[in-house]
């Protein structure tokens, strides 16, 4: 098994959002890129489904869906020649209790307004939080640190209960989470999105698109893993990645085979989830030991269901009527949400527990939508054909608020450029799309760049 070295700039391993975007960002300043990717395409959260019954092939996004109308969305896909369009989320909701049938009564709509206003007002006083964690200030706010659920009464916010428990869904416990990461996800963006920018999409209605166009101009090794990293610590010029790469032979009959390769690289980008697992191949040292293995996530699945009998245009949501912040059963279907298909709906599982097995997933599936049945009243809700599932777990990587107050995230961003090796991903930010290409950019302007730069002198 022959080894054949490709030498470039940087190696990103996880072809994710993150790891995408920065080949893009690097390639456009003409430094030489390689992709280490597990999975057999480019855009983590980002997957597409092309059902085979629909003749005009239509695609059907089931993770990534609509993007927040920001400068640097619109600029990446028009450097890819790939069309927006905007997108108004304006379908009818409807809050019941998957397990009960009851439905939730809507607060009034003027409470829901004045505590939005009372929350943007609490953003306005945490502008460091708009990119990243590195700027965090020392000490850290307590009010970041303290659970949501506190902050919530502390400042008259249970006018935003049901809004929140809609657009916090995937993320677990959020009322238990330390304030700092409900604000990084509903950040000043992310509400000029839903309340103002409104949204866009690709014109061809597949978020793939892009990453479709950024395979033409990059060195991707998919379907690959990091079989071992060698020379971090070493004073020769280049980190060396031992790649494993899979791959279908196109003779007769198809034999897959396991081709090796290894990449020598001035610097490593790290754009995989940073959990010990996926991190072991690094050789860490006790220092990065410590400070990963400290990161705690829920888990967060996809899927799309063909099934007759659901409501046209609406979002039927999962809310537990009696718990006191609607956090549902868990684990268990958290919504279904329609697509440009009306057969065709999108489901979002979350689990707060353990990992979920396919069949198992699937199960939560099936007892949704009976859920749904009994909710509309009886037969006309078919069963469902489950088309397509996606497991986008680690769905959010945190640690405890005593973690925080404590230094967490300077000690993580002075691990930037140790060991010549570099961090990116939703785990520096958050899950939004334009928000990890932001924070991925600053890692690259502010740590990457200009080590490339010395390493050129």
């Known amino acids: 098994m022959s080894l054949s070295d490709l030498l470039v700039d940087t190696c990103i391993i996880g072809g994710g959002a993150a790891g995408a975007y920065a080949a893009y960002r690097l390639h456009q300043l003409n430094h030489t890129v390689a992709i280490v990717e597990r999975g057999p395409h480019l855009g983590g959260h980002t997957v597409t489904y092309r059902d085979p019954i629909l003749t005009n092939n239509q695609p059907i996004d089931y993770g990534v869906t609509w993007l927040q109308n920001l400068p640097v969305i619109r600029d990446a896909f028009a450097h890819y020649n790939v069309p927006l369009i905007k997108e108004k989320i304006d379908y009818a909701i409807d809050m019941f209790d998957f397990t009960t ?82 604000m990084k996800y509903v950040g000043t963006d992310y509400l000029a999105g839903r309340l103002q920018l409104g949204w866009v999409r690709p014109k061809s209605h597949d978020a793939s698109e892009m990453e479709q166009e950024l395979r033409q101009s990059q060195t ?20 060396v990645v031992d790649v494993a790469s899979t791959v279908d032979e196109t003779r007769r009959p198809i034999i897959t085979i396991t081709r090796r390769r290894r990449i020598r690289a001035k610097t490593l980008l790290f754009a995989a989830p940073p959990l010990p697992d996926n991190l072991e191949v690094l050789g860490l040292d006790e220092r990065e030991r410590a400070l990963f293995r400290q990161f705690k996530d829920p888990w967060f699945y996809t899927a799309l269901i063909r099934v007759d009998g659901f409501p046209d245009s609406t979002f039927l949501e999962n809310h537990g009527k009696d718990h006191p912040f609607h956090r549902p059963r868990l684990p268990a279907v958290l919504a279904f949400r329609p697509t440009d298909v009306s057969t065709i709906v999108r489901v979002t599982v979350g689990s707060t527990t ?104």
């Open 220 to 239: 991707l090794l998919f379907n690959s893993s990091v079989v071992q990293v060698d020379a971090r610590d070493c004073t020769v010029d280049r980190v």
């Open 101 to 182: 049938g009851k439905p939730l009564t809507p607060l009034p709509a003027n409470e829901t307004t004045a505590a939005l206003d009372r929350y943007s007002t609490l953003l306005d006083q945490h502008p460091y939080l708009a990119t990243g964690f590195e700027d965090l200030p020392d000490p850290v706010p307590d009010d970041l640190v303290a659970p949501f659920s506190h902050i919530m009464d502390k400042y008259h916010l249970g006018g935003l209960l049901d809004t929140f428990s809609s657009w916090l869904s995937g993320l677990g416990e959020w009322p238990d989470y330390p304030t700092l990461y409900v």
């Open 354 to 457: 353990r990992g979920l097995s396919e069949a198992e997933v699937e199960d939560c599936i099936r007892a949704g939508v009976d859920s749904v049945r009994r909710r509309l009243g009886g037969g006309n809700v078919s069963d469902p054909e489950i088309l397509a599932v996606r497991d986008h777990s680690p769905y959010t990587l945190t640690v405890s608020g005593a973690a925080i107050a404590a230094g967490f995230y300077w000690q993580l961003s002075a691990l930037q450029g140790h060991r010549r090796t570099y961090y990116t991903g939703a785990t520096f930010d958050t899950h939004h799309m334009p928000q990890v290409w932001v924070v991925t950019d600053q890692v690259l302007q502010r740590h990457l760049l200009p080590a490339l730069r010395g390493l050129r002198g």
